[in-house]
């Protein structure tokens, strides 16, 4: 009988362990589907909400943990889910996301003999003849391939400038464990999404198909090469930043070879005291780095994780004491870009951020396309100031010294209003929100006074002096505008009077009919737990006379009882 585990000693899955793979997928998710839609929607409905309210926090604990659990038990695309959801502060509650935080890319490496033959199947040779020396103890290994040290031939080191390189193979059958992961994640969020609740949040079959997208490039490293190419492009002639160069004759879409940069990891803090660099000064670099990705270039690494960024000491050119230092990124599988519509919009909200306006910074995240045009945003902006109140321009160490009560209070408070409002993500946002946490995470780490807002402040002054220098433009355009109006208002307002003279004038209130529609509903669950009432009650009293008839009472009494728990509860599919 096959097992429903994978083991990483196992040739490529075959279809029995697909199916169990699958099916264990599911059954997790119908369980805590099941588990999450009793306790958090019908013990309310029945009166019980504050009793589903003491058992959260554990409760969601315990999901997260058995979620760490299985991802670590499956491996493939599961610890991705992991690390994604771990990054969804916006949605999840810190219950959930703190747990996932500690998911690790970390799996038992490949045998060397199956990355043997896939690597020699790949590149049409055996390994002896496409490189020199190659090391069958892997350097790392992650759930979608691993990485060997290795050097190049000599014809390929004398065509390149090259001799060491580090070679990352995939893991050989991880193609079929992603289909079979994506697959099940399709299901799921299918599922979710005829609950109301989640739909009117967020549109999780949208996520999953932007995460589905993600994965497969990740496993595609012929475009990784690509983008590893083009982030070196954007910073050509930047001496702060560096990344790995390709090796294109024993580079294919399931093995990649590079250039080998290893140098200090970039949140060793001893070994970056030890080569004269200061921990700090690269926390403001990288910071600055990072923003010029979003920015400027609109294009950015989306995993900058401490394994995928090196220090990289070099000699300098002038007379300054100490030694200079890069930045070498590697691991360029997940990249996200950034639209110019959407680059605007995170320039406002950086400025309202800077400026600590509330106001101004949810008309912002509105911008941007986060916020449905329907989302009431009064509390919110509430939120917004008093945050900046209580918090504005505070780092971590200043936020750690802040009454702990205080601010769990906040945090729980805010987390509300953001999950109590419609919204939806921008195309690559949830890679923009991963990259800024990470970067936040790691600067900490390095400098435990790291204030963003410092990170930020230079770029929002450079933004605001770029928007002052527009105004006189702006002001041209307004000006124009307003005299267009004034040219066209006395046709409009004809118009108007002869619509309202012909009884032709209709006003749409959308918001109107979506109350008067939530009444309706209310009203007929009323109605249905007066009936389930009588029926109940009516049964229980007949049943001393009547057993079978007081038995019949109850037993319909079930259908108005379940109308009454579960309207509304489940959208209609269907044209709205």
Known sequence: MPSARRSPRDSTPDVGNTRARYRRILRFAARHIVQTWWFELVLPRLGMAKVAARSREARLTRIAERFHVLA?????????????????????PPEITRELAGLQDEVPPVPFDRVRRLAEAE?????????????ETPLAAASLGQAHRAQLSAIDA????????????????????????????????????RVRFVSSHVDLPSLVEEFAATSLQEIDYLQEARNAERFAESFAGDPRVAAPEVVWERTTRRVLTLADVTAIKINDRDALVAAGIDPKAVAKQFAAVMFDQLFRDGFFHADPHPGNIFVTPVEQVTDAAGPAYRLTFIDFGMMGEVPDGLRRGLQQLMLAVAARDG???????????????????????????ELFARFGGMGLAELQK??????????????EVMRALPFQLPENFLLIIRAMSLTSGMCSSLD????????????????LRDERGNIVQALGHEALSFAGTL?????????????????????NSPRIEQRMARLERTAGRIVSAVVFAGLFIGGILL??????????????????????????????????
């Open 72 to 92: 670590v038990d499956l491996g493939g695309l599961m610890i991705k889910v992991g690390q994604y959801l771990s990054s969804r502060l916006d949605v999840l």
């Open 487 to 507: 040219a066209r208002l006395p046709k409009r307002l004809d118009a108007l009077a002869d619509r309202v003279e012909e009884g032709r004038l209709v006003a």
């Open 158 to 193: 004398a065509d390149t400038g090259l001799e060491e390189a580090v070679v990352k193979v995939q893991r050989p059958g991880i193609e079929t464990i992603v289909d079979v992961d994506l697959a099940a994640l399709h299901r799921v969020a299918g599922w979710l999404s």
């Open 402 to 415: 802040v009454d702990q009560h205080e601010l769990r209070s906040f945090a729980i408070e805010f987390g």
């Open 543 to 576: 049943r001393r006379d009547e057993p079978v008839w007081g038995g019949v009472l109850i037993a319909v009494s079930a259908i108005p009882l379940l109308h009454a728990l579960l309207a509304g509860v489940f959208r209609r599919r269907g044209p709205r």
């Open 123 to 135: 590149l049409g040779v055996e390994l002896e003849r496409a490189y020199a020396w190659f090391d």
């Open 359 to 385: 106001t101004r910074l949810v008309e912002a995240i509105r911008g941007v396309g986060i916020l449905l045009p329907s989302a009431e945003t009064a509390e919110l902006e509430r939120a917004m100031a």
């Open 448 to 463: 435990p006074d790291f204030n963003m807002w410092d990170a930020v402040e230079p770029y929002a002054a450079q933004l």
